[in-house]
């Protein structure tokens, strides 16, 4: 049943359906023409064969007829008109035939044409002949003396075997062109609707294969027509699937295990406190280092948390004078570097330089590079925050004189989780997501974010948010 659902047999069928209308409407006009035409071409040629007969004829008909004569006369035009031809007198009785033997020869001629002949008409009409068992036609032309009378008609029966056997071998042929065609249109839709439904079926077949789970689907793309262009659009929606799903699946696992570490240490600690007797300094180390694991624990949620808004929501853009704010930001910090023995440089410009942005996100992005600046930089080392317009955009600049990054991580570090050294980030309070966040946000912005760094030496980060338009 399905069978008949399918796009090969709808395709072909309304094809064949299509091609059959059209030859069965030529054909038919094609018949119609041709059969006007003989029969047109066999009346003028009997009409004017008519014509030359009753002049011929006329002298004969006067006074005493002869009808031997008159029917060698009728044999001998029979012959040139290829046409039974007969004469006969006033009264419609036959005079000549060009028929010997069972000719009508002194038979009255009931015939309607006669009939008309003798009032003055030349018509014709298609009857049948018994005596040769076929079609005719018959035509009939008065024969006028010189003053108008009528004196005789001419009889003329012409057999349409002839036409009739052209009009079947057109038949014949206009037949065997539609199955032709038909043949042809058929094959060549077959051939057709299979290059449509190919692809689609191995589009169904690897979309059921997606649905039971098995995301690694690849249709091979062979054609760049419209179906082609979806085919390839499937192997992106596939390969895109299937990053996302092994990503998600890879970010639970992360995630299970960076709540794992400090659950662990935790459990440890409360046992040991538990378990053992210890001095007051003693245990207040423990509690110390319970604090700081949930510390670590609120943190790596939080950032989740920020992670998962972004990746939900939509942010409220508005303008934001962006030198100020994070002028504001990096007052905030001059404490906490100077602390750690560390120089922070504000090399901001005063002008104003608007942005579209989300203020909270935004100064977010820079707290989180002057964390990582702070932890990875060592004492007596300088930070240097500047900010220059780039075409149509504003550059943001953070450098330290830090640890720098190997020139192998370069490409991973805006990874969920992916620290180059996990000992020093825990140290520092880190996640592993705080340059995650920073490269969403920025995303979110409509900016572009990335690090030069010499291993060593320092890194420097950049991003870019596009200016307002004046
Ligand atoms: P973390 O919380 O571990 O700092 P991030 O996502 O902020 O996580 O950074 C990922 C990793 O990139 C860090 O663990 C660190 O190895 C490296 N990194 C980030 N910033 C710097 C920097 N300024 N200097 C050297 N390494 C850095």
Request: glycine share 6%; charged share 25%; with cysteine.
């Amino acid at each position: 049943m399905a069978k008949f659902y399918s796009i090969r047999f709808r395709l072909t069928a309304t094809f064949l359906a299509i091609i059959l209308a059209v030859m069965v409407i030529i054909s038919l006009f094609l018949y119609n023409t041709l059969e006007r035409y003989h029969m047109n071409n066999l009346e003028d040629s009997l009409e004017r064969s008519g014509f030359l007969a009753s002049e011929f004829v006329v002298g004969h008909l006067r006074g005493q007829v002869d009808s031997v004569r008159l029917s060698a006369l009728a044999e001998n035009m029979s012959r040139q008109a290829q046409a039974r031809v007969l004469f006969t007198d006033q009264q419609g009785v036959v005079v000549g035939d060009s028929v010997r033997v069972g000719g009508l020869l002194n038979q009255g001629l009931e015939h309607e044409l006669v009939r008309r002949a003798l009032d003055g008409q030349v018509s014709s009409s298609i009857g049948y002949s018994e005596r040769i068992d076929h079609q005719v036609i018959q035509l009939t032309v008065p024969v006028f003396e010189a003053d108008d009378t009528i004196t005789g008609v001419v009889f003329l029966s012409a057999s349409l075997e002839e036409v009739y056997r052209i009009l079947n071998d057109i038949r014949r042929f206009l037949f065997l062109a539609t199955v032709l065609a038909m043949a042809v249109v058929g094959g060549g839709s077959v051939a057709l609707a299979r290059r449509f439904t190919d692809p689609l079926e191995s589009l169904t077949a690897a979309s059921r294969k997606m649905a039971e789970g098995k995301l690694d689907q690849h249709i091979e793309v062979s054609t760049r027509d419209e179906i082609g262009r979806l085919a390839e659009q499937f192997n992106i929606m596939a390969k895109r699937l299937n990053y996302y799903t092994t990503n998600l699946k890879k970010f639970a696992a992360d995630v299970a295990h960076e709540v794992r570490t400090p659950l662990t240490t935790m459990s440890l600690l409360t046992r040991a406190l538990r378990e053992h007797e210890m001095e007051p300094e003693q245990q207040q180390e423990f509690i110390e280092d319970l604090d700081n694991e949930l510390e670590r624990l609120t943190a790596l949620v939080s950032d989740l948390l920020e992670l998962s808004k972004l990746e939900k929501n939509e942010i409220q853009l508005e303008e934001v004078a962006i030198n100020r704010l994070f002028k504001d930001t990096i007052g905030e910090y001059q404490y906490r570097f100077a602390r750690a023995g560390l120089d922070l440089i504000d090399e901001i410009p005063d002008q104003e330089i608007i942005i579209r942005g989300a203020p909270v996100q935004l100064r977010q992005v820079l707290s989180n590079l002057l964390d990582n600046a702070m932890n990875y930089t060592s004492t007596g080392g300088t930070v240097t925050v500047s900010q220059y317009p780039d075409e149509d955009e504003v550059v943001t600049k953070v450098a330290d004189t830090g640890c720098g990054i190997p020139e192998e991580d370069l490409n991973y570090i805006f990874e969920r989780f992916f620290r180059v050294d996990r000992a020093r980030s825990r140290e520092g309070g880190g996640t592993g997501l705080g340059l995650a966040i920073v490269s969403e946000i920025i995303a979110k912005h409509g900016g572009k974010v990335w690090v030069e760094s010499k291993e060593g030496e320092g890194s420097s980060f950049y991003f870019t948010l596009p200016l307002v338009e004046e």
